[in-house]
């Protein structure tokens, strides 16, 4: 009897271990199974791998940074996707070791940050947070800096290259990609609902070169403007529009200075919606029309009009000759900025029908360049003559007003 | 049934052991809310690590000191807390002594010097694994699970030479937390690093929650099971439900891990399985907490012994902590919650609640009966009171943050909204310190002063003393 006994408890004992082997069996070995033939399946022929820079910088996300601000993770679920973009597949993660999933989200998702912005805001960001987003919680990293935002130490450096990994062999993998992947995902149609949505990069931060914009209206709740341009632009552009906000030392381009230009609503309305590809000026699409319209009403109330003097008719004419001969290429014969080699700029021309610029920064711009731009500086190619009435040309092009 | 095994003798409690361990526990313990106090108050001030130089500031960066919190408190403060209570326990439980005073030792020095101490020192240095629950670097994983071989060589053996007929319920839990963490622990520390992204996930979410429900949750039950017919001095209402309670709890208590990751790429069979562990997991508490609570009908609803009231209060916690896991895990409720500041309330609920009321239960009433160690019970009634109250205003506070940035994240505004309506929560949280952080000072105060031996004064005034050896027959009624 009491072998017996004796028997039941090293039975027991052995069921324990047996529980435990099977939880691992179960939620562990077997899913991981799953999740390797779901791999095979899905993923791209060469998936790239990280760099030994990235890597790094994954050592520096990981161990003091990231890991428990940020998931990385987009789960199949509406609100995520429409957050965040495409849920994450099983192969997005093969070169996770160990995974950085997360499961708190103080900051936002970052599964596909990689596109997102751009390589000086990152920096700056990580410099000084709060120079660019007011009322960030994110803690400054000024050690992986030497001392200035555009100055990254080699962890800096790293670490914006592995950022910008992120979400990278998704968007490689392209329409093929996602096209195999969807047939041979081994998955429900709700899942393939959210794995392969129409967007794989959701973030509406993202800038994109062409979109949709929206008519914004005339009026607007100033208070409320100020109130969102403070919060959400002053960072950059200054409290008083003029470029000069905190955060704009370590970006390139710089911060436009607002007060410098005047602005037609659908030149605000498609900044807002679009931010500006190339630059550091993200998206704004996720607020709605009457705060857009709000911050509009702001942004032109930067810029005091001023008496345009008329000009004598030989500096236009100088000013049209020169513009065709040597801006129309980029900036197009209208000035619209679609001249025939816009398209091969990573930043667009300025559109002068929508925008025009004060003479003074119009002439700045003709004899300096702006700085982190394809615009250069004509001074060695042009008289000083040709220059201004330049200058004085295309502040013609401008249609005033909402068109 | 085999007759009745009591004790003859009163077998030897290794008094030092539980003393050093216990003041290393609560040393530990205030550290650790020293980081977490920290990393609060970045979140309100982020630039308080804005330092310019070489490296200054990087140590107190937010991630690092999160990281050193949360190991400093499984391991520190509960482990050494742990250990305090099983050198009082398994003599008691099993009538016989230790292995070793010596092995002891070794423990203690390997335990605060070879793990906790070291390790919040390389993770402050930038030495770490972004691994939930996990974060020491490998090479302190090493010496933990030598800590915890010793630990089995330590407290095991007792065990098995009694024999295992008529094992007291504590006892059982004893045993499945020793043997279950030494396999629980590699697997959530180790295998991630080789099991890249999806896949090794499913490792951390098993290990996430083994570290609570194979570590934490069995110890801290073996002292509920423990304390309350100890300090009552009667038997446990049912030992049939005291099993019923152990074996559903380890059975279910792995099966718990994918529901960190529902709605993940993870196979949705795993994660239903998971839930529904969950689920039942929920059931097997309230069986677990009545029994304990039935237990502890006649000792009043809030008893005079200290000790005992932290334990009681802990059973409550873990009811409450357990149906809340069960709710959180369901789909409808997990998709908005998840992320959000509500599973950091639910965790402090869990580790603050549950896990710290019974072990500082577990380490007074081992402190009350070391005849020469001091003990202050007026200090230790004021850290209850403090401690009760830090805990109701935090996990409130943070309960509703996570419903305000779940209720913003489902909209359409910017992200940053959800961190400005979560401030003035933030805030909340961060003065939660105060009556926690006063009532965990009491607590240290309460145990090194007042009278020598005034621990055996107060069990007397509170219930009249049992003598030690008289509590042992308690444990040994069979099934």
Not at chain 1, 324 to 335: K, L, R, V, Y
Not at chain 2, 167 to 183: E, H, K, R
Not at chain 2, 262 to 275: D, K, L, N, R, W
């Amino acid at each position: 009897m009491k072998r017996l006994l004796r028997m039941s408890y090293l039975v027991a004992g052995v069921a324990g271990l047996g529980f435990f082997a099977m939880s691992v069996l179960l939620l562990a070995v077997w899913p991981g199974r799953v999740l390797e033939q779901q791999i095979r399946g899905t993923s791209p022929d060469h998936p790239l791998r990280l760099t030994a820079s990235e890597e790094r910088g994954r050592t520096v996300y990981g161990r003091a940074i990231h890991a428990y601000c940020h998931t990385q993770q987009i789960r199949y679920l509406p609100n995520d996707v429409a957050r965040f973009g495409a849920a994450t597949l099983a192969w997005e993660t093969i070169f996770d070791y160990p995974q950085l999933w997360g499961t708190r989200r103080i900051g936002p998702d970052l599964s596909r940050e990689g596109a997102v912005r751009s390589a000086d805001w990152q920096l700056s960001h990580l410099y000084a947070p709060r120079a660019l987003v007011a009322d960030s919680v994110m803690p400054p990293f000024p050690w992986l800096f030497d001392g200035a935002p555009d100055r990254p130490r080699q962890e800096g450096q790293d670490l914006l290259a592995y950022l910008e990994t992120l979400g990278r062999n998704r968007a490689l993998a392209g329409p093929e990609g996602e096209t195999r992947a969807r047939a041979t995902c081994n998955c429900s149609d709700e899942e393939k609902q959210f794995a392969f949505g129409p967007v794989l990069n959701a973030s509406p931060a993202m800038a994109r070169r062409q979109g949709d914009y929206s008519k914004l209206s005339e009026s607007g709740d100033l208070n409320r403007g100020r109130e969102l341009y403070s919060h959400n632009c002053a960072g950059c552009h200054g409290t008083r529009g003029e470029g000069d906000g905190p955060g704009a030392a370590g970006l390139r381009p710089r911060p436009e200075n607002l007060s410098d230009h005047d602005y037609t609503l659908d030149r605000l309305s498609f900044s807002l919606w679009n931010g500006s590809a190339g630059t550091a000026m993200p998206a704004w699409r996720d607020l709605p029309v009457q705060d857009l319209s709000a911050l509009a009403q702001v942004v032109r109330g930067f810029h005091a009009a001023q008496p345009e003097p008329t000009l004598p008719q030989d500096v236009l004419d100088l000013g049209s000759r020169v513009y065709a001969a040597h801006c129309a290429q980029c900036h197009g014969e209208n000035g619209a900025g679609d001249g025939s080699a816009a398209g091969q700029f990573p930043i667009a021309p300025t559109n002068f029908r929508m925008q025009r610029p004060s003479l003074a920064a119009s002439l700045r711009a003709v004899r300096n360049g702006v700085e982190g731009t394809p615009m250069a500086p004509w001074t060695s190619q042009l008289s000083e003559a040709e220059l201004s009435a330049a200058a004085y040309y295309v502040r013609g092009f401008f249609q005033g007003g909402n068109q | 049934m085999s007759e009745l095994r009591r004790p003859t003798s009163s077998p030897a409690v290794e008094t030092q052991l539980v003393y050093a361990h216990g003041l290393a526990a609560l040393i530990t313990l205030l550290i650790s809310v020293g980081f977490g106090v920290l990393a609060s108050i970045e979140l309100l001030v982020p630039d308080l690590a804005a330092g310019h130089g070489a490296w200054q500031g990087a140590w107190l960066s937010w991630g690092r000191l999160r990281y050193d919190h949360t190991q400093g408190i499984m391991l520190g403060w509960l482990g050494n807390a742990f250990f305090a209570f099983l050198y009082h326990a398994v003599p008691l439980l099993t009538g016989r002594s230790v292995t070793s005073a010596r092995l002891g030792q070794w423990i203690f020095g390997l335990w605060n010097f070879a793990v906790v101490a070291p390790g919040w020192v390389l993770v402050l240095a930038g030495f770490s694994q972004p691994l939930e629950w996990a974060e020491f670097p490998l090479v302190i994983d090493a010496f933990v699970v030598l800590a915890l071989v010793l630990a089995i060589v330590q407290f095991l053996p007792p065990f098995f030479s009694r024999g295992l007929e008529d094992l007291y319920v504590s006892s059982w839990y004893v045993i499945g937390a020793l043997v279950f963490t030494l396999l629980a622990y590699p697997m959530g520390n180790v295998v991630p690093e080789l099991v890249p992204g999806a896949r090794g996930a499913a490792f951390s979410g098993l290990w996430i929650h083994d570290a609570i429900g194979l570590y934490v949750t069995p110890l801290a039950v073996a002292i509920l099971y423990f304390v309350i017919p100890a300090a009552t001095r009667r038997p446990i209402f049912s030992h049939f439900l005291s099993m019923l309670g152990f074996w559903l709890l380890f059975f279910l208590y792995p099966l718990n891990g994918t529901h960190h990751y529902i709605f993940s790429v993870i196979p949705m069979s795993a994660q239903i399985g998971a839930i529904t562990a969950s689920t039942l997991l929920g059931v097997d508490v309230v069986i677990v907490v009545a029994n304990l609570l039935l237990s502890l009908r006649g000792a009043g609803w809030f008893p005079r012994d200290v000790a005992l009231r932290f334990v009681s209060t802990g059973a409550v916690f873990y009811l409450i902590v357990s149906i809340q896991g069960s709710v959180q895990a369901q789909m409808s409720v997990n998709q908005s919650v998840h992320f959000s500041d509500w599973v950091i309330g639910h965790s402090h609920l869990a580790m603050l609640g549950f896990a710290s009321f019974s072990a500082a239960g577990g380490l007074i009433h081992a402190w009350q009966r070391i005849p020469w160690a001091r003990y202050n019970p007026r200090m230790l009634n004021w850290s209850y009171w403090f401690l009760f109250a830090g805990v109701i205003i935090m996990v409130t506070d943070l309960t509703i943050a996570g419903l305000v940035e779940a209720h913003v994240w489902q909209t359409a505004q910017p992200w940053l909204e959800s961190v400005r309506a979560a401030r003035p929560y933030w805030l909340i949280r961060t003065l939660s310190v105060v009556p926690i952080g006063a009532g965990f000072i009491l607590l240290l105060i309460g145990i090194t002063t007042g009278d020598r031996g005034g621990g055996l004064g107060a069990v007397k005034a509170s219930i009249g003393l049992e003598p030690i050896e008289e509590i042992a027959p308690v444990f040994s009624e069979p099934l």
